[in-house]
């Protein structure tokens, strides 16, 4: 089946407005795409740190599903560029760095904001980022296929979570087993990570 005009819920709720020509088409594409990519920024301020690993949890994975979600696979994806961007090169926006990476337990909840602002392959959480952007267009795209609004809607979500949990896992372990050492870092991440190996210090168990 073709799907020439995929209704998201955004679409649903701000019905497109054919009258307004091409140019406001363009800009309320580009205004939800950053209204969505601003969510993702908030949400990546909600940040708990556990002991057992380098790469806390946030908000960022929810605001992502709900970004494809609701726009679709381009736009979803598009929003998520925008953020990647944003942080890379203009506004810090990513969930705030931390020295320790585990052994502590840390909970931020958006202010004082802290968010960090530097280019992915700097930062250890850089795979996840990648996956973000994956994972949106790939619930977008299943969402424009009617998959949301039906009992499919878990599997969609699961197979989101997976898109951003992949790229994150093979990056960080990738750093681990090479001797990483962020910038500004005085030791390899590995020795910073409890473990005994690179699986086990790249996907511990509690």
Known sequence: MQYAEPVTLVDAVLPRVEAGGRLFAWARELALMAAFAAFVALAAQVQVRVPWTTVPVTGQTYAVLVAGGALGMRRGAGSILLYVLAGMFLLPVFTPGSATTSGTWDVHFILPWAGTER??????????????VLAAGLVGFLAERG???GPWVQVAMLAGNALVYVPGLLWLGYLIATDWIAPGGSAPLGDLIDGSGTLDKTLPLP
């Open 119 to 132: 280019v992915l392959w700097e930062l250890a959480n850089g795979g996840y980022i990648v996956g973000f």
């Open 147 to 149: 998959v949301d609004r």
